[in-house]
C-alpha cells in the first residue's frame, strides 16, 4: 500500500512557524522549482528515490575531523585527516598535535577478503590486517567498531539505502519531520530514518538489529559545501555500551578527485601482521 503524505499541511506549518521575515522572502521568491513542496501529495517511493538521488551526487570527501570518543570508563578526543570515496573506500589517518600521523587505518571493499582492513601503527612501524585489525580498533577507541559499516554514514549518506525495502512512513504532528522505517533484507536490520519534511536533508537513523541492539546515527550542523548541504557534525550512538562517536569536521573538501594511491600505504621496511577474517 503507498503511503502519501499532505505536504499543503506541511508547508502551512512551516510558514507560520518561521515568522513574518520568511514569509515575505517565500512570497517574492517562491519555493524552489524542483522542490517537491509543489506537490499535493508524495509517496514514500519518491521520497526514498529523492534521496538516492541526493546521495548520488558525492563521490568523494576529504576534511580533517575532530573526533571525541566518549565509553564509560574514558573520553578521549583525536585530530584526524579523513578520505572517503564511494561507500566501500575509507581512510583514517590520527594525527599528534603538530600533525604527524600516529596511525593509519585504510578500509577498501574492492579488495579480497583479509586484505580490506588495513592498520598501520607508526610508533611500532607495524601493518595489521585481518581480525587483528578490529581488536586493534576495540583496545584503541574503547568501542567494537567495524568502520567499514559506517563509510557511507561519514560521508553524511543513510547507509545501504539503496538495498532497503521500505515498510511504512508518516509526517509528525507538526508536520517537520518523515518519519520512514525499512527492512535491510541482507542482515534484517530494522532502519527507522528521519528526514526534515522542508529540506529532505537525513536528521537521524536508528538501526535495529535481529538481537535487539541499536544504534543510533545523527547528522547535524549543515552548511552549504561546493553548492550542497553537508553535515559538518556526526554522532553515532551504542546506547547498550554507552558509547559514543562524534565527528566534527573541518574545511570538508567534496568530489575532489580521490586517487587509488590514497588508499595504499607508503612502501617501506614495516613489520606485517596478517590474519585472514
Known amino acids: 500500500m503507498q503511503v502519501r503524505f499532505f505536504i499543503c499541511r506541511l508547508w502551512a506549518v512551516a510558514l507560520f512557524l518561521a515568522g513574518a521575515g520568511v514569509l515575505s522572502s517565500c512570497q517574492s521568491s517562491g519555493v524552489p522549482q524542483n522542490s517537491h513542496l509543489h506537490e499535493q501529495t508524495i509517496s514514500l517511493e519518491d521520497l526514498r528515490g ?14 580533517f575531523v575532530q573526533t571525541t570518543v566518549e565509553t564509560k570508563d574514558r573520553k578521549r578526543s583525536l585530530r584526524q585527516a579523513l578520505l572517503v570515496r564511494g561507500a566501500q573506500t575509507l581512510r583514517i589517518d590520527t594525527l599528534s598535535l603538530l600533525g604527524q600521523s600516529l596511525g593509519v587505518y585504510i578500509f577498501d571493499g574492492q579488495k579480497m577478503t583479509g586484505r580490506r ?10 601493518i595489521f590486517q585481518g581480525i587483528e585489525v578490529q581488536e586493534m580498533l576495540g583496545r584503541t577507541l574503547g568501542i567494537e567498531l567495524n568502520l567499514a559499516e559506517y563509510v557511507s554514514v561519514f560521508a553524511g549518506k543513510i547507509p545501504r539505502l ?11 504532528p507538526d508536520g517537520t519531520i518523515y518519519q520512514l522505517t525499512g527492512i535491510d533484507p541482507v542482515d534484517k536490520s530494522r532502519m ?12 537521524k537513523v536508528m538501526r ?5 541492539k541499536t544504534i543510533h546515527i545523527q547528522w547535524q550542523d549543515y552548511r552549504s559545501v561546493a553548492g550542497r548541504d553537508f553535515p559538518h557534525r556526526i554522532v553515532i550512538e551504542f546506547p547498550a555500551e554507552a558509547a559514543r562517536l562524534t565527528l566534527i569536521f573541518s ?11 590514497s588508499f595504499e600505504l607508503p612502501i617501506g621496511n614495516h613489520n606485517t601482521s596478517s590474519v585472514r577474517n
Do not use: C, F, H, W
Not at 582492513?117 to 607495524?126: C, I
Not at 539503496?162 to 509528525?172: D, F, P, R
Open 50 to 63: 529523492r534521496l538516492l538521488d541526493r546521495q548520488e551526487g558525492l563521490s568523494d570527501l576529504k576534511s
Open 208 to 212: 535495529t538489529l535481529p538481537s535487539g
Open 192 to 203: 527507522e530514518i528521519e528526514i526534515d519534511a522542508y529540506t529532505l536533508l537525513p536528521d
Open 117 to 126: 582492513s588495513v592498520l598501520y601503527d607508526a610508533r611500532r612501524n607495524r
Open 162 to 172: 539503496e538495498a532497503l525495502k521500505m515498510i511504512g512512513g508518516t509526517l509528525n
Open 251 to 261: 574545511d570538508p573538501v567534496l568530489n575532489a578527485g580521490i586517487s587509488d594511491e
